[in-house]
């Protein structure tokens, strides 16, 4: 059984950088798919960025390009998001998600597994 457990998160500035971690266990092969996803009050549950777990290929949404980055370390089995010049708009739950095999990753229903959540706030 895949498990994932986020932290960082919490309140910053407009413009601020933020780091959040997702660690994984029970990964048992390198067929995963590891995403990132938030959520803000109202709105659906929105596809940020993928990476497969095997060769680190990346996938971004549009709208985050060239301020968010995706990365995983297998040795510790943990999978990151690196956020750049946040803006109030930024503001939601964060989670991560994995599932196995490469389908349809942009999608949040083909992720099996999904990490706690974590806040994310950004003042203006």
């Known amino acids: 059984q895949v498990q994932l457990v986020q932290s960082g998160g919490g309140l910053v500035q407009a413009g601020d950088a933020l780091r959040l971690s997702c660690a994984a266990s029970?990964?048992?092969?390198?067929?995963?798919?590891m995403g990132w996803f938030r959520q803000a009050p109202g709105n659906f549950r929105e596809f940020l960025a993928a990476?497969?777990?095997?060769?680190?290929?990346?996938y971004y949404t549009d709208s985050i390009k060239g301020r968010f980055t995706i990365s995983r370390d297998s040795a510790k089995n943990t999978l990151y998001l690196e956020m750049n010049s946040l803006k109030p708009e930024d503001t939601a739950v964060y989670y991560c998600a994995a599932r196995e095999g490469y389908i349809n990753i942009f999608s949040p229903s083909a992720y099996e597994y999904w990490g706690q959540g974590t806040q994310v706030t950004v003042s203006s």
């Open positions: 029970g990964l048992t092969s390198g067929g995963y798919v």
């Open positions: 990476i497969l777990w095997s060769d680190g290929k990346t």
